[in-house]
């Protein structure tokens, strides 16, 4: 049986705004809405999409999942993603890592790591 990363699931308070944000970021589009989740996604046949769902209650410690991304320029992007409205956060990283950890609107934390060909760069 084959399966595949069909979409990830993000909880949160204002599904409107963090689909909007990482619309944005990823350069992505909304692909359905209604008021219990927002799915977006590059194309609606271009998998994984992202499913943003309202929830009431708060994140209360650092995120056991994150996504990464891999820019061509990682400095110029990390300035495009701050613009956005994402913020930069300390989780342990360190000082002498090459990714940029940074938390969306929500405080959902994120990498942007340096430009990668394969997964195994």
Known sequence: MA????????????????ARFWTQVLDWKVLYEDSA???I????AALPGICFLTVPEDRTVKNRLHLDLSPDDQAAEVARILALGATRT???QGEDVTWV????????EFCVLR???????
């Open 3 to 18: 399966v595949s990363l069909y979409q990830i699931a993000i909880d949160c308070h204002d599904a409107p705004a963090l």
């Open 37 to 39: 989740e927002i799915v």
């Open 41 to 44: 996604g590059a194309d609606a």
């Open 90 to 92: 300390d989780v342990g």
């Open 101 to 108: 950890v940074l938390a969306d609107p929500e405080g959902n």
């Open 115 to 121: 430009p990668k060909k394969t997964l195994l760069d």
